[in-house]
C-alpha cells in the first residue's frame, strides 16, 4: 500500500535551516507530483510547495518563494523540502502528499519549530 514517512524535523533558531525528507513506497513514484503542505496550530492546512514528476516545474507558497526548495531523488523514491532562512511564522507540522489512483495520501508529518 501507499506508504509516505516525513523526517527531518526539529527545533530551529530564526534564520536557520532544515531539511525535510519524504519517503515514498507503495506506488510509482516517478509517475506522480509530489506536494509539501504544512499545518500550523488553529490554522488550515495550507500547500506549501509542489513538485511535477520529473522535477522539471515547481510552484511554491508566496511566503516560503525565495526561501524554501523542493527538489526529488527518483531512483531513492524520495522528496525533500530545504528551508533556509526559516521564521517563527514557519513553525508548523509539514505534510508530504500524493495523489494517486484518485486517492489523496498523507505521511504522518513532522514538526518544525522556529524559536529562539
Known amino acids: 500500500q501507499v506508504q509516505l514517512v516525513e523526517s527531518g524535523g526539529g527545533l530551529v533558531q530564526p534564520g536557520g535551516s532544515l531539511r525535510l525528507s519524504c519517503a515514498a513506497s507503495g506506488f510509482t513514484f516517478n509517475s506522480y507530483p509530489m506536494k509539501w503542505y504544512r499545518q500550523a496550530p488553529g490554522k488550515e492546512r495550507e500547500l506549501v510547495a509542489a513538485i511535477t514528476q520529473t522535477g522539471g516545474t515547481t510552484t511554491y507558497a508566496y511566503s516560503v518563494k525565495g526561501r524554501f526548495t523542493i527538489s526529488r531523488d527518483n531512483a531513492k523514491n524520495t522528496a525533500y523540502l530545504q528551508m533556509n532562512s526559516l521564521k517563527p511564522e514557519d513553525t508548523a507540522v509539514y505534510y508530504c502528499?500524493?495523489?494517486?489512483?484518485?486517492?489523496?495520501?498523507w505521511g504522518q508529518g513532522t514538526q518544525v519549530t522556529v524559536s529562539s
Open positions: 502528499n500524493a495523489y494517486v489512483s484518485r486517492y489523496y495520501y
